[in-house]
């Protein structure tokens, strides 16, 4: 008999391979997204000292809006530059459309 193939695991898996080699620091933070079955959630985090610089999800906003508000909180820290962590998703679909918007509001990753 076959087993099924595991996607969530395989995810995870590329997740931590690629982590080796993703830092994120107070002037440099890390862009973490996270996708549930419903939600998005992004997340700044400052690997460094362990701290969430920024948390946005569509639990409480609309997902077009997500990226304004990750971008308004970036600006107001004085971020500019992020290092982007796909979190082991491919770099497709929303994943991509977040990219691509956060890069036109002024983010460099």
Known sequence: MIKPINKNKLRIKRH????KNIFG???IP???IFKSLKNFYVNLVDDENGNT????????????DIVDEVAKKAESLGIKELVFDKSGYKFHGRIKVIADEL????LNF
């Not at 931590?16 to 982590?19: D, G, S």
């Not at 890069?103 to 002024?106: C, D, E, P, Q, W």
């Open 30 to 32: 890390r862009l973490y």
């Open 103 to 106: 890069r036109s509001k002024g």
């Open 16 to 19: 931590k391979r690629n982590r």
């Open 25 to 27: 620091t107070s002037k």
């Open 53 to 64: 610089l920024i948390s946005v999800s569509t639990l409480k906003t609309k997902t077009d």
